[in-house]
């Protein structure tokens, strides 16, 4: 009996578990796609650099099952755990105090997250990102702000991220939306950079990476990344030029070299934070505002360097400035 019932509670379990989807290469996502998505990880992310209040903030919201291969008293953890967890992240830079402040919330194993679609709301004890008419309004924390898109989404070529070897992320963008509201309680305004990415990358584990969302001064907006595997083998580079009227070019040949490195403290990791990047026409270098920007979750002890970044350089013919927000992954280290 105890057989029977253990086979038959198994199966169950199984018939409870989700379907999910991963990448395939050969179908890159829609730009529109921003509802969720049936995916064993998922992510949104708001970054945002404001020079004239000397402001950044990330936020960031999680949306993940129990990994693939994962067990719990000997069964598929996604069996025992069918529904999706999630997390969110928020790190508030505050250049004129000197000031870092990250804070996360979690809803395991309550379950307490709101993830719904059409229009897109996600919720996690009141921090909240949802869709609006005009655009976006994400309220977490010190920051409540309203996002007005002013280019249409974008898919980054090849439509996602990473390698076979260290998973792939669908990946879209709204590189540049107005953003009116408050942070720290002071009124601001400025320009944000808003990311959707779902796939099946174990980030932070299997990938880790060093990425670039910034704004140049004569409207276009530029995305790069570096994807590395667990021993920091470098897999792949990309890079996305997004126009000022919102066209969309892959740059070739792009490398990125480092200018300077930052060792945590706490962590005992170390990050390239300053950056010569180029390729075939444009030229630029990347250097952090601040140094000491190292986040820190409470779940996975996987950390990464979040801020604001500004640059100067040479851009299809002209010379531009650069803003915006650099994320530099660390990986794994010892609690």
């Known amino acids: 009996m105890n057989r029977l019932y253990a086979g038959a509670l198994l199966l169950a379990l199984t018939a409870c578990a989700p379907r999910l989807q991963g990448v395939d290469p050969g179908t890159p996502p829609d730009p529109g796609q921003w509802d969720p998505q049936p995916a064993p990880v998922e992510w949104w992310y708001v970054?945002?650099?404001?020079?004239?209040?000397?402001?950044?903030?990330?936020?960031?919201?999680?949306?993940?099952?129990?990994?693939?291969?994962?067990?719990?008293?000997?069964?598929?953890?996604?069996?025992?755990?069918?529904?999706?967890?999630?997390?969110?992240?928020?790190?508030?830079?505050?250049?004129?105090?000197?000031?870092?402040?990250?804070?996360?919330?979690?809803?395991?194993?309550?379950?307490?997250?709101?993830?719904?679609?059409?229009?897109?709301?996600?919720?996690?004890?009141?921090?909240?990102?949802?869709?609006?008419?005009?655009?976006?309004?994400?309220?977490?924390?010190?920051?409540?702000?309203?996002?007005?898109?002013?280019?249409?989404?974008?898919?980054?070529?090849?439509?996602?991220?990473?390698?076979?070897?260290?998973?792939?992320?669908?990946?879209?963008?709204?590189?540049?939306?107005?953003?009116?509201?408050?942070?720290?309680?002071?009124?601001?305004?400025?320009?944000?950079?808003?990311?959707?990415?779902?796939?099946?990358?174990?980030?932070?584990?299997?990938?880790?990476?060093?990425?670039?969302?910034?704004?140049?001064?004569?409207?276009?907006?530029?995305?790069?990344?570096?994807?590395?595997?667990?021993?920091?083998?470098v897999k792949v580079l990309h890079a996305t030029r997004v126009d000022a009227a919102g066209g969309v070019t892959r740059l070739e040949g792009m490398r990125m070299g480092p200018l300077a490195y930052w060792t945590s403290p706490v962590t005992g990791l170390r990050y390239a934070v300053a950056w010569r990047v180029e390729g075939e026409g444009w030229r630029l270098e990347i250097l952090p505002k601040r140094l000491e920007q190292e986040i820190r979750g409470s779940g996975l002890p996987v950390a990464y360097w979040e801020g604001p970044v500004e640059g100067s350089g040479t851009w299809f013919g002209e010379d531009v400035r650069v803003w915006g927000v650099g994320e530099f992954v660390g990986g794994r280290y010892r609690r």
């Open 47 to 233: 970054s945002a650099y404001l020079p004239e209040e000397q402001l950044a903030f990330h936020w960031a919201f999680f949306k993940y099952y129990a990994p693939e291969g994962y067990r719990v008293l000997g069964l598929p953890a996604r069996t025992v755990f069918p529904y999706p967890f999630a997390s969110e992240h928020l790190a508030v830079t505050d250049l004129r105090s000197d000031r870092f402040e990250f804070t996360e919330r979690h809803d395991f194993p309550e379950l307490r997250a709101e993830v719904r679609a059409d229009p897109l709301y996600l919720d996690l004890d009141g921090w909240r990102f949802q869709r609006t008419p005009e655009g976006f309004r994400l309220q977490a924390g010190s920051v409540d702000v309203a996002l007005t898109p002013t280019k249409p989404p974008v898919v980054h070529p090849p439509g996602w991220s990473g390698t076979a070897e260290t998973g792939r992320m669908y990946y879209v963008s709204y590189t540049r939306a107005e953003l009116r509201g408050t942070v720290l309680g002071r009124e601001v305004r400025g320009t944000a950079w808003i990311d959707h990415q779902w796939g099946e990358q174990m980030s932070g584990v299997a990938a880790l990476w060093d990425w670039y969302g910034v704004h140049l001064s004569n409207g276009d907006d530029l995305m790069l990344y570096r994807i590395r595997d667990r021993e920091g083998k």
